[in-house]
């Protein structure tokens, strides 16, 4: 039997909780607009835009907070934000339009694209632009800055910058007067929001400058809105091309060709975010029913808590509430886990698993500031286990991120011993292991676990994993492992 660490009273009550969800006809934009206020407030964001079409309407657009809080100016429809990787899906725009100008394939070595070849014949524009040039070339997604590697080929089968492509491919024929790129001699608009960073408190943070097909776009919801429906009405790209982009590389991988492509309770996902350190973005799309998400904030902390790095768009409680509210139309169920246990809610389905999982994996995120988090993040966790005890079935990277990052929170708090989850933490770690040997997130987690586990033998293979990987551009995860190692002669 797996170690469930739950009392008896707490099971007899989820015991209880097994009728399912019902749906009800409430307005989705009342629920949204109100949760979208409880996600501003609990990650502490200054100014969030939002807008939800379908087909040529408008459902849902508001602005909510400041992009300066200093000078207090709120945000509103001309408020641009930086939106980091969502530049991705305008390089994968940019791509397919160049397949279908007949100037080059994706089938091409990126090497004869590139002024100093780093590849190799192996590695051609599809498994970059997958991100799954990474290890054993073509078969595992590991989202990587080797995409920006894609500006030169961009550059070189169009002849013209990066920059002026997207202009003239793009923004031009589109209409989209408030997007613009932000490069190194960009100078910034008054209407583009401040950054901010939570420390203590929402501190004033720095502009990430610099534009590549990974990143360096700045836009509104408006614009971006535009560009979705523009998709749609195949404006950009033709049907097949679309089709293309959004297929996963592989069936069991996250990801097509510039952006995420993912399958929830029946209904296709494909999405982006965005990730700086003040800044963030989501671009959510679900193709059959022509509805689009777009969501910009001014601090990173509508993507970052979510770990969206590894694929599920569900991590993410700004996506989720999109999804129960328009798609799934399950409005009745709170966002929020209720902490009175009368008030406890039902057993449902995937779904609802999720839902206790997003939150915990943000709470343990926000338990570096709160340590009330923490014990949240444990007890959403506990729940889960109970309702749903085979955790080998649904384990995966963003679970055990979170298993590890709250004995992390321990660690460095000094909370002392935390032995809880370790049984979930191993088991987890082992299958994921075992379906992706080279699986860097996996390692780094493990040998950090394991590091303060006090068993040094164990760490050290996970960190000689991490530094002898073979066909892998170093990122912060391989100087972990080098470092620990160093230290550890």
């Known amino acids: 039997m797996k ?24 307005d989705p934009n009342k629920s ?76 091409d070595p990126m090497d004869e694209y590139l002024s100093d070849p780093i590849f190799g014949d192996s590695i051609l524009i599809k498994h970059v632009l997958s991100h799954t040039s990474q290890g054993e070339v073509g078969k595992h997604f590991y989202y990587s800055y080797r995409f920006g590697a894609l500006t030169p080929v961009i550059e070189k089968a169009s002849g013209q910058s990066f920059e002026a492509y997207l202009q003239e491919g793009i923004f031009d024929p589109l209409g989209l007067e408030q997007t613009f790129t932000l490069t190194d001699s960009t100078v910034v608009t008054p209407t583009m929001a401040r950054p901010y960073y939570l420390d203590d408190s929402i501190v004033l943070g720095q502009i990430e400058y610099g534009l590549s097909a990974s990143a360096g776009m700045v836009s509104t919801v408006q614009d971006m809105a535009t560009f979705s429906r523009a998709l749609d009405k195949n404006l950009l790209l033709k049907t097949s091309s679309k089709k293309r982009m959004g297929t996963p590389f592989q069936p069991d991988l996250p990801y097509g060709y510039g952006i995420f492509a993912q399958h929830v309770e029946d209904t296709n996902l494909l999405w982006g975010y965005g990730q700086y350190d003040c800044y963030s973005s989501l671009l959510l799309r679900v193709p059959e029913k022509e509805l689009t998400l777009i969501l910009l904030a001014n601090t990173n902390l509508m ?53 206790l999982l997003a939150e915990a994996l943000s709470a343990s995120f926000m338990a570096r500031f709160d340590n009330r988090e923490l014990e949240k993040s444990k007890r959403l966790l506990q729940k889960t286990f109970a309702l ?21 929170v321990h660690f460095y708090k000094e909370l002392g011993e935390f032995p809880d989850f370790d049984p979930q ?18 390692h780094v987690y493990m040998g950090s676990y394991h590091d303060r586990k006090g068993d040094p033998k164990k760490a050290r293979w996970h960190y000689e994993a991490l530094a002898n990987a073979r ?10 492992a080098k470092s620990w190692l160093a230290e550890n002669e």
């Not at 170690?3 to 409430?26: D, F, Q």
């Not at 066909?471 to 972990?480: G, M, R």
């Open 388 to 408: 749903f005890p085979d955790y080998l079935a649904y384990g995966d990277l963003n679970l055990l991120h979170t298993l590890t990052f709250i004995k992390s």
């Open 303 to 355: 993507s970052d808590p979510a770990r969206l790095i590894n694929g599920d768009a569900l991590s993410s409680l700004f996506a989720l509430s999109f999804v129960k509210n328009y798609v799934l139309e399950l409005d009745t169920l709170s966002l929020f886990e209720p902490e009175d246990h009368s008030k406890e809610q039902p057993n449902a389905s995937d779904f609802y698993r999720k839902k």
């Open 32 to 107: 949204f607009s109100a949760e979208l206020q409880e996600l501003k407030d609990y990650f502490q964001i200054p100014g969030l835009a939002v807008l939800v079409q379908q087909g040529d309407s408008v459902l849902y657009e508001d602005y909510f907070g400041y992009a300066d809080v200093e000078k207090q100016i709120k945000v509103d429809s001309t408020t641009q934000f930086p939106i980091a990787s969502i530049t991705k899906a305008f390089t994968g725009v940019a791509l397919f339009q160049l397949i279908e100008q007949g100037k080059l394939s994706l089938d």
């Open 425 to 442: 933490i191993e088991a987890i770690a082992e299958k994921l292991l075992e379906q992706d040997p080279n699986n860097p997130y996996a």
């Open 3 to 26: 170690n469930i660490l739950l009392s008896a009273s707490v099971l007899l009550l989820l015991m209880a909780c097994t009728t399912k969800i019902e749906t009800s006809a409430v």
């Open 471 to 480: 066909n892998f551009s170093p990122f912060w995860y391989t100087a972990e």
